[in-house]
């Protein structure tokens, strides 16, 4: 029965739905422009705003001082060579992991998928120490001598960003018919001509698509090269957390941020371009997966490299990390954790190791609530698929402003914060003395993982389902109970375990926010490698322990709950 002969009319049903709809547009872009927008755009405004006699003026004179320094081409030269080369080393060593891990059966499959997914959502300050202990003078490597060198800031993006590579490649290859290079193989091609002809174009838009997120990643990697590179091999992002907590030169920053803006902008373009191919041809790949038992013979190349890199790239500084958290000028013994309770030699810190432990799980179970309701409101607005090409445009346009969280540098956001938000909105509160405030940034920083989850998820959906309940005389609120709220269930698990991950490691804002009181376990890493002395040095690699064990706990509890395995881009 519809609504109309149920006495409602059209005017009215169409009326609920469009104020349904735009109240699930409208709250996350509130949330977005509060917590987001107007504190970057604050602090970059105050870099081109003078102040003077006559009043205020706009300044942009700091574009031409900015760049007429030799040290700002080099630093915007190194974050964009940092970003090709660490894209190009991640994709040729992804593409055979991706056929390995995906388009091959083998006993332990899903277990090595979660284990290369941890090195994407470990902590970048956890991830520079264990490749710091690992090349270090007297570590295990520490004979190649690429401690402090930009191999290892490039190792250590690769160790990061390798999974992004595996899972979005491997989605679309587990599902692509093997039929055509069945063919070419027996019209008597050689298996790699067979590849490069028949299936290397059908993964062109995965492998595309995956460049384009890990080159935004590497570009705009902060903890990793602040621990590994130090000022020697700054980036764009470093050199705004220089600039702003050293000089408070909020010029020189403003016009990096506008920089680095510009890089995402023209990344995030590339990558919706490319997401939108990859999503057509998952929707021309066979329904079911075409994975085939793994050939030690015909699959021993592809098989040595996903070895090489599973023990020697991703294994082998998790446990150098784990092993030297056990040792100490005294010999061996668990000292370093026994450590954990006490502020650190000399006084280092304010807090406990673990009572910053239980700041960063209250902060990420907070952030994590804000970033799948965030979240999941922007992928249900997004998934949508209007019939008018000005529709088409906004959901694009949608889309695309909620992942700028990804790029934009976590300095420029908490930094912002604090100028911001002593009166947000001419409320009678001080948000920056809140405990919500670290919570909040972390969940801005969340909030586009979520989405990158749910969405597919959502897409998939035929909209003939909706239009079927629509006409039976569904709300529009009844057709989400009914039709997207049980698939869209399917990969809350996953981004669950993404945002309270990243949320759990996050350094960057955070950094800013943290009271010495309330600091979160990043916080309290960095500030150990940064005291002298052994024993602080030794609580560094016992604290880097605990919070990669409870981040790969998570992220293994969320893909044994995830109930879509096509669900989400990483």
């Excluded at 993404?498 to 500030?527: C, K, N, Q, Y």
């Amino acid at each position: 029965m519809s609504a109309v002969s149920r006495g409602v009319p059209a005017a009215v049903q169409r009326g609920g739905r469009v104020l349904l709809w735009g109240l699930a547009a409208g709250l996350p872009l509130l949330f977005l422009g509060v917590f987001f927008a107007w504190p970057v755009v604050t602090l970059v405004a105050r870099g081109f705003v003078t102040q003077d006699a006559t009043g205020a003026s706009v300044d942009l004179s700091g574009f031409a001082e900015v760049f007429s320094e030799p040290r700002t081409w080099r630093i915007i030269g190194l974050t964009l060579w940092q970003g090709v080369l660490g894209t190009v080393v991640s994709v040729l060593l992804g593409v055979p992991g991706a056929y390995v891990l995906y388009r091959c059966r083998f006993r332990g499959r899903t277990f090595l998928r979660a284990f290369v997914t941890v090195p994407f959502v470990l902590p970048t300050v956890v991830v520079g120490v264990a490749f710091r202990s690992l090349l270090v003078e007297g570590g295990l490597l520490g004979f190649l001598r690429l401690d402090g060198t930009f191999g290892a800031i490039v190792l250590a993006l690769v160790f990061f960003n390798y999974s992004v590579v595996v899972r979005t490649v491997g989605g679309l290859w587990e599902h692509l018919d093997p039929r055509a290079e069945e063919a070419a193989r027996a019209l008597g091609a050689s298996p790699w001509r067979a590849f490069r002809s028949v299936t290397l174009p059908s993964l062109a838009p995965a492998i595309a698509s995956a460049a384009s997120i890990v080159f935004l990643f590497c570009a705009t990697a902060f903890g990793v090269v602040l621990v590994l590179g130090g000022i020697q091999y700054g980036t764009i992002e470093t050199e705004i957390w220089i600039q702003t907590t050293q000089f408070l030169d909020l010029r020189t920053a403003a016009v990096l941020s506008v920089v680095q803006l510009v890089v995402v902008v023209v990344a995030l373009i590339v990558a919706n371009r490319t997401r939108s191919r990859r999503e057509r041809a998952l929707n021309l790949s066979a329904a079911t997966s075409a994975a085939r038992p793994l050939r030690l013979r015909a699959d021993a190349v592809p098989l040595a490299v996903t070895a090489v890199v599973v023990l020697g790239l991703i294994a082998l500084p998790l446990v150098n990390l784990l092993v030297r958290s056990f040792r100490t000028p005294a010999g061996w013994s668990l000292a370093n954790y026994a450590n954990l309770g006490t502020t650190g030699g000399r006084n280092a810190l304010t807090v406990t190791v673990w009572e910053a432990t239980a700041n960063s799980l209250r902060a990420a179970a907070v952030a994590t609530l804000l970033a799948v309701v965030i979240g999941g409101l922007v992928a249900l607005v997004v998934s949508r698929r209007p019939r008018s090409r000005t529709g088409r445009r906004a959901i694009g346009a949608l889309d695309s402003v909620f992942m700028l969280p990804l790029g934009v540098s976590a300095v420029t956001v908490g930094f912002g914060f604090l100028i911001t938000l002593d009166r947000p909105l001419g409320l009678d509160v001080d948000l920056r003395t809140s405990g919500l405030l670290v919570p909040i940034a972390q969940a801005v920083v969340a909030i586009p993982l979520v989405v990158r989850t749910v969405l597919p998820v959502l897409r998939a959906i035929d909209p003939r389902l909706r239009e079927a309940a629509a006409t039976l005389g569904a709300s529009p609120a009844r057709v989400f109970a009914a039709v997207d709220g049980p698939i869209a269930a399917r990969s809350l698990g996953l981004a669950i375990g993404f945002a309270f991950a990243v949320s759990l490691g996050e350094f960057g804002a955070t950094s800013f926010l943290a009271r010495p009181d309330t600091a979160t376990l990043p916080v309290v890493i960095f500030r150990l490698i940064g005291r002298p002395g052994a024993e602080n040095y030794g609580m560094a690699l016992a604290a880097s322990v605990v919070l990669a064990v409870l981040t790969a706990t998570v992220m293994m509890v969320a893909e044994r709950l995830r109930g879509d395995r096509s669900a989400g881009e990483f």
